[in-house]
């Protein structure tokens, strides 16, 4: 039976049942564990356990203090006849003091965290399983989350001669991923579920620990299809911004394209970019390589990213994993820029080089190719740059990502 839909997130294809790829859309429907009623409409799990009002909650097994903002802390401890600054104190404990545990929260009365724990609430920290560090100073941690399964969060920092000037965290936002990308490691290693809001969160605290270091910027592009948790990932998003202390500006929500949740994400106007993972430079070779746009066809993809635009005013960010000997010939960069302006979406693109992922004959293109290939994009007025790439040897670069604590698929 469907979610209600004050409790479910809520996204209606374009004309579902017109297409030859239903039978594909049920089986991720039923992969990330969605109902689809008989309107043609998808309607998946919503994360309102991070959201809903304390009176919803009295009944819940398990409750999360981290994701609340300090105006719902604070309505938390009245609840308990405590006074609202206590609010304000776990508010600090948790998104600055980065607590773990509620018995390491001694400036609240032991009476109070006695009955919280009594009630189930619970922090909503991971355990830290392992960490893999790079020789160019990435980081990549592997998170066990309370049902044993593990996800990976990685910090990619920028180094002064005066130590750290940027750390950015690649954070994931589902337990494997059901799009199953060819290039990419992490479809590979199969799906299990959602992330929660306050496990997206918990991977930025994670990271700001290890380094020691503030978090400067956040991009939605590690584990998973950000769209298929939309629910999650603005909530995670609002609660980095206003309670950790990100800008907007300073976060990136990737996609690889999921119908109508670009107009969805539109209607918030956030002032993050938006990633769109492109990948092809035609409706062809993206359905080799992307088996989704075989259900979201490219131009479909560009229109929603035309309107996206319009409404928000914020430059799409294009991403390109260059493939040696598929979509890396100077005829795809004439195509691409031929595509892009055609839509009046030539704002910018990221060119990231393939990155070694086991089970998988794509190859990295050589460097002259993908010079040649970012080149002929700047030429034809198309800003285009090369992505550093990161965290290879780490198995922490775009694409790597796949728990190999995991033996078997996830399911």
């Not at 006074?83 to 600090?92: A, D």
């Not at 032991?110 to 100073?137: C, P």
């Amino acid at each position: 039976m469907a979610l209600r839909l004050a409790e479910a997130q809520h996204l209606r294809l374009h004309d579902v049942a017109s297409h030859k790829g239903r039978p594909y859309f049920r089986l991720l429907c039923h992969r990330y564990s969605v109902a689809v009623a008989a309107s043609s409409t998808i309607i998946s799990p919503s994360s309102a356990e991070d959201v809903a009002p304390l009176e919803q909650l009295k009944t819940s097994s398990v409750k999360y203090l981290l994701g609340r903002s300090e105006e719902q802390l604070t309505q938390l401890a009245l609840s308990y006849s405590e006074k609202k600054y206590r609010g304000t104190q776990l508010h600090e404990l948790l998104y600055k003091a980065k607590g773990r545990d509620l018995n390491e929260f001694l400036q609240l009365p032991k009476s109070f965290r006695e009955r919280l724990i009594a009630d189930n609430w619970r922090i909503g920290r991971s355990e830290i399983h392992h960490t893999v560090a790079s020789t160019d100073g990435t980081l990549k941690a592997l998170l066990k989350l309370e049902d044993a399964r593990i996800i990976e969060a990685v910090g990619i920092p920028v180094e002064e001669a005066r130590g750290i000037n940027r750390l950015t965290v690649c954070v994931s936002s589902q337990v494997g991923c059901p799009l199953r990308c060819s290039f990419c490691a992490t479809g590979k290693g199969g799906y299990s579920r959602n992330l929660k809001a306050h496990e997206i969160v918990d991977q930025v605290l994670t990271i700001e620990k290890l380094f020691q270091h503030r978090v400067t910027n956040v991009v939605f592009m590690g584990m998973g299809e950000p769209m298929l948790n939309l629910n999650a990932v603005l909530a995670a998003h609002k609660c980095l911004n206003e309670d950790v202390g990100i800008g907007q500006r300073m976060m990136t929500i990737s996609t690889v394209g999921v119908p109508n949740t670009i107009a969805r994400l539109a209607e918030h106007k956030l002032q993050s970019t938006l990633a769109i993972s492109l990948h092809a430079p035609n409706q062809e070779i993206r359905e080799k390589i992307v088996p989704s746009a075989k259900t979201y066809p490219l131009q479909a993809l560009l229109a929603d990213c035309k309107d996206y635009f319009v409404k928000t005013h914020r430059r799409i960010s294009f991403e390109y994993t260059l493939l040696a000997g598929v979509n890396d010939g100077e005829e795809h960069a004439m195509e691409l820029t031929d595509l892009l302006h055609k839509w009046r979406l030539g704002y910018h693109v990221n060119l990231i080089p393939y990155n070694p992922v086991s089970e998988s004959d794509f190859k990295r293109p050589y460097k002259a190719s993908m010079l040649a290939f970012e080149r002929i994009l700047n030429d034809r007025g198309v800003i285009a740059s090369i992505r550093q790439t990161r965290g290879v040897d780490a198995n922490a670069a775009c694409g790597q990502l796949r728990n190999e604590f995991q033996k078997s698929p996830l399911k």
